[in-house]
């Protein structure tokens, strides 16, 4: 049987962490840049210290990789395996949204 | 160079700055840094400390052999090291010189002894924040070894 863990963060990652492999996945960025694109997506924008305490773990998980420097700037890419976790925890995210979505309506 | 960015960074441990460390400095750089800034980067660098979150890559991370090599030439893990050794010298010397004293007194050895263990206590802390697991392990195995060595004689002769 799964712990809840694994269901809530399939792959043992946090919000942040799931932020940046969703920005990544959309193409490789550098800080910046996933700052930018993670608050287009939530309207929110991640302290620094955040998004690379995600960048550190989720590297760590060589779910993501650094990419040779560009004028002065580190990106970064997912790698096979961050596709795959990406993939895995944006379905369950998915179903547990499709369960919740209607529950959420009523009063 | 942003002074404040820099000593921002600085909060990391060494190993998480030689990777990270331009990378954010340039973003902090970039965004400029606020309160809500600086208090998101002392809570982020504050768990690299204490929670060791491996921020590198499997196989960048230090192996236990690695790592005890790497104990060896750190001083706040030599220094508890050498009073262990001390003190264990000073039990034998004490016991070669004039046997197994047992008055009601314990006397300027035991004294001394104590002193030597109680000491390793504020260097063994300043050791253990912000290592690596590995390297925390590593000390461990090594200090528990030394302090046991120390104990030996005084288990052994009962003192």
Redesign the interface.
């Known amino acids: 049987m799964r712990s809840i863990y694994d269901v809530v963060e399939p792959g043992g990652f946090s919000d942040p962490q799931y932020l940046v492999l969703a920005s990544l996945a959309a193409g490789p960025k ?3 840049a996933m ?1 930018d694109d993670i608050e287009q997506m939530t309207g929110t924008r991640l ?7 995600a ?3 989720l ?4 779910l993501i ?1 650094r990419l040779p420097e560009e004028e ?3 990106p970064y890419k997912l790698t096979d395996a961050g596709v795959s976790a990406f993939a895995a925890k944006t379905a369950t995210l998915e179903r547990i949204v499709a369960a919740a979505a209607p529950r959420a309506l009523v009063r | 160079m942003n002074r404040p960015a820099h000593w921002l960074v600085r909060l990391y441990p060494k190993a998480w700055r030689e990777r990270y460390g331009d990378e954010l400095q340039d973003l902090i750089e970039t965004e400029g840094a606020g309160l809500r800034a600086h208090y998101d980067i002392v809570k982020a660098a504050l768990d690299e400390r204490l929670f060791d979150r491996s921020s590198l890559r499997a196989g960048q991370g230090t192996p236990i052999r690695g790592a005890l090599a790497l104990t060896l030439r750190t001083p706040s893990a030599i220094v508890p090291l050498i009073m262990s050794v001390v003190a264990l010298l000073l039990v034998l010397s004490t016991v070669i010189a004039f046997g197994t004293p047992r008055e009601g007194d314990e006397g300027a050895t035991a004294h001394l002894f104590q002193l030597l263990i109680v000491g390793q206590l504020p260097f063994l802390a300043w050791f253990h924040i912000g290592r690596r697991r590995a390297h925390r392990v590593a000390a461990i195995i090594l200090h528990v070894a030394a302090l046991s060595a120390a104990f030996c004689p005084v288990w052994y002769f009962g003192l």
């Not at chain 1, 590297?59 to 060589?62: D, K, L, N």
């Open positions: 550098h800080g910046h700052l302290g620094p210290g955040t998004l690379y305490g960048i550190g773990r590297e760590g998980q060589a990789e002065r700037r580190k």
